[in-house]
């Protein structure tokens, strides 16, 4: 199997490298992704037989400016991907996200099979990805997850620590519900995927368990030792925005723990680990 990686230099794809040692890492400036011929070009040049798509364009505030480079990048970049694989018959597998759902009011957890609902343009654009993928028929494996974090990057962990430590309270909101999921873990279920890429179809990934992003950051505070920051719930409307993002947007991750086997850590756990190869053991 020779594995390309395409957005590397992200929180997965640098989760992902220490499992795949031999693959292509690449991002934007070893490929651009919205180019076809050089898709294909390093596919046929490397031998590439199936990729792992972990490059978006993530900023869901500026999408809702951006949305003809949202698209660009979550869409026609995908389309060019999943053509490149369906030529050499390849797998493509690709990450996706729980900002495909958000307008119905859900109070269970999102399966696979649901009707997408996105909200925004980060989210419809990441769902036209979903679509082309589906309608070049390549091999796939498309994963969506959420609310990802790990040791790299700009994410709400470190964010978090960064503000806590400068702040003496902080108001988080408590009225958007989901699972926070680790790259690491991601990483290493998308190694245990490939182990049988036949099982290919719509798979959602993210920890066990469900917060509010307010309980998250408590736990953060709690797990690195921060006892003087004030952390206060609020609701989503003290925090204007142009992005209406879901109120719920829990995984269920029945399908993907049946068919591959997995055991996926609660959230709680791996916020721990985390939090440890960033500031040392904890207290």
């Not at 996200?97 to 909200?119: A, L, W």
């Amino acid at each position: 199997m020779r594995i390309l990686v395409t957005g590397a230099g992200g929180q997965l794809g640098t989760s992902l490298r220490p499992l795949f040692p031999s693959a292509l890492f690449t991002d934007v400036q070893e490929l651009d992704i919205t180019d076809a011929s050089a898709v294909m070009q390093m596919v046929e040049r490397e031998g590439v037989d199936t990729i792992i798509n972990c490059a978006a364009y993530t900023d869901v505030e500026a999408a809702e400016d951006n949305e003809a480079l949202a698209e660009l990048l979550n869409a026609q970049a995908v389309e060019n991907l999943a053509a490149a694989m369906k030529k050499v018959r390849g797998l493509l597998v690709h990450i996706s996200t729980d900002y495909v759902f958000g307008k119905e009011p859900y109070n269970t957890p999102c399966r696979e099979d649901q009707k997408g609902t996105p909200t925004g343009v980060y989210g419809r654009t990441k769902l036209h990805g979903e679509e082309a993928i589906l309608r070049s028929g390549v091999r796939h494996l498309i994963i969506r997850t959420a609310w990802l974090y790990s040791e790299y990057g700009r994410n709400f962990v470190k964010t978090m620590l960064s503000l806590m430590a400068r702040r003496p309270s902080l108001k988080v909101v408590f009225d958007q519900v989901g699972t926070p999921t680790y790259a690491g873990d991601l990483a290493q279920a998308i190694a245990k995927m490939l182990e049988t890429p036949e099982k290919e179809g719509i798979y959602h990934f993210s920890n066990e368990g469900v917060c509010s992003w307010y309980d998250f950051a408590k736990a953060i505070a709690e797990y690195s030792g921060n006892t003087t920051c004030d952390i206060q719930p609020c609701h989503s409307d003290e925090f204007p925005s142009k992005v209406h993002r879901p109120a719920y947007s829990v995984l269920d991750k029945t399908k993907i723990k049946q068919t591959f086997g997995l055991s996926i850590p609660y959230w709680t756990d791996s916020l721990k680990k985390c939090i440890r190869n960033l500031s040392g053991p904890l207290c």
